[in-house]
């Protein structure tokens, strides 16, 4: 693989894996972070005398099919984001109406250096998400360069991030700028963590992360566990959570990653205190309850004040923090606290000197709901590739860049 400063894009035509995947309500994008994040490397293609192929998915369109089966093609087309991106360039954004299909050739073979072209989203194509061959082929033909500057979607071994990496020479192949912030910062919590080094996980489900919290557990020094998968911790260690989320059948597992992290001097710390609701509503009847002794009518739905104390002291003593995944249904104000409450402690011990990185999704959302965003050393773009890697996998993006 070269580096994206290594390559000669004169006259050449750069196919570029973005991610482009931004939130659209009514044709409207409401956050356009993403395409402000991939600017640079279509700018440097451009610059330096080549033409743009952009591919990108936007939302889940195999999730959401018309009656008859097929796709919605209108909801989900990336239209807007064309627009979009012309306005941020001020140039004109040509949109192909498939992906990889008669009218992407058509269009690539008629463009010029300097131009623009984005194909339409990866997910019209089922070949796309099952790393098809064939349409990985399609897709190498449109260019002399391949590019992947879309780190949000490096753990997915799809056509336009996997296989058509492999169809490249190593010196017609490279990261975007994006792409290697990501990797660069990812390092710095993969690779000999500064100590203390403390991680934060919450969020619903305990299944996601469970494999991750095993890998994590002989490198960091403090797990701080919040969010609905903190229950079948508190349900593992024989306390009582009422109604609370609970992942019954991983319980045995839990007690074998707790018992792990002793002998590993790894600290996993759980809520002590807990909001908890009679019902999932903003307006149900609460209660502060301890974390183990949930009545029977209740569910936990926030961490506590004295949680948010004992996780907050302990993220100021930390020199490296990594986030992912809210402490309670943070989406409703009178669950927030705790998530904000973290969220401000994180920023405080950045301010101090820790280094601090916010694993994608929810996390992110909320950091940047709250104002804090520039407060913390790094955002990521991609929550399931900053945890894939932090699992100590390769990514298959990452992967593929060495064929
Ligand atoms: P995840 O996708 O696993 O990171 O989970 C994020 C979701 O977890 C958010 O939508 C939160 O509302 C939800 N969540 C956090 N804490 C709880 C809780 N105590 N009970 C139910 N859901 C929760």
Redesign the pocket.
């Known amino acids: 693989m070269s580096t994206i400063q290594q390559i000669d894009f004169s006259n050449k035509k750069a196919i570029i894996r973005a991610d482009l995947n931004v939130p659209i309500k009514d044709g409207k994008i409401s956050d356009d972070s993403r395409i402000v994040a991939s600017l640079p490397t279509i700018q440097h293609v451009l610059e330096n005398g080549g033409a743009v192929i952009l591919m990108s998915h936007l939302g889940r369109p195999t999730k959401d099919l018309n009656e008859d089966g097929s796709i919605k093609k209108e909801k989900y087309s990336l239209a807007p984001v064309a627009k979009e991106l012309g306005q941020l360039l001020n140039t004109n954004v040509l949109l192909a109406n498939d992906f990889g299909g008669a009218d992407s050739q058509s269009k690539a073979a008629d463009l010029k250096s300097g131009e623009i072209l984005l194909l339409e989203n990866t997910r019209f194509e089922t070949g796309e998400g099952k790393g098809d061959e064939q349409l990985a082929k399609r897709l190498a033909k449109l260019a002399d360069v391949y590019i992947n500057d879309a780190f949000g979607t490096a753990h997915r071994a799809h056509a336009s991030t996997y296989k058509v990496a492999t169809l490249f020479p190593a010196d017609k192949k490279a990261f975007g700028f994006l792409m290697n912030k990501e990797l660069e910062e990812a390092r710095k919590i993969t690779e000999q963590p500064k100590k203390p080094y403390t991680v934060i996980l919450?969020?619903?489900?305990v299944s996601?992360k469970l494999l991750l919290i095993e890998k994590l557990v002989p490198k960091a020094d403090h797990l701080l566990i919040g969010?609905?998968m903190a229950y079948t911790f508190i349900k593992a260690k024989g306390g009582q959570i009422g109604k609370?989320?609970c992942e019954e059948d991983k319980i045995e597992l839990v007690r074998g990653i707790m018992k792990k992290a002793e002998e590993n001097n790894c600290s996993i710390h759980l809520p002590v205190d807990t909001i908890a609701a009679d019902e999932f509503k903003e307006d149900a009847n609460k209660k502060l309850v301890s974390t183990s002794e949930i009545p029977e009518n209740l569910?936990?739905?926030?961490i506590g004040p004295k949680t948010i104390l004992q996780y907050s002291k302990i993220i100021a003593e930390s020199a490296t923090i990594f986030w992912n995944?809210?402490?309670?249904?943070?989406?409703m104000p009178p669950y927030a606290t705790g998530t904000v409450k973290i969220a401000e402690a994180i920023s405080d011990s950045t301010a101090k000197g820790a280094y601090s990185l916010i694993g994608g999704?929810?996390s992110v959302a909320a950091v940047n709901k709250f104002g804090l965003g520039d407060k913390m050393s790094y955002l990521s773009t991609g929550g399931g590739a900053m945890l894939t890697l932090l699992e100590g996998t390769v990514l298959p993006a990452v992967e593929a860049m060495k064929h």
């Open positions: 919450g969020g619903a489900k996601d969010g609905g609370s989320l569910m936990g739905l926030d995944g809210p402490m309670g249904v943070f989406e999704g929810d």
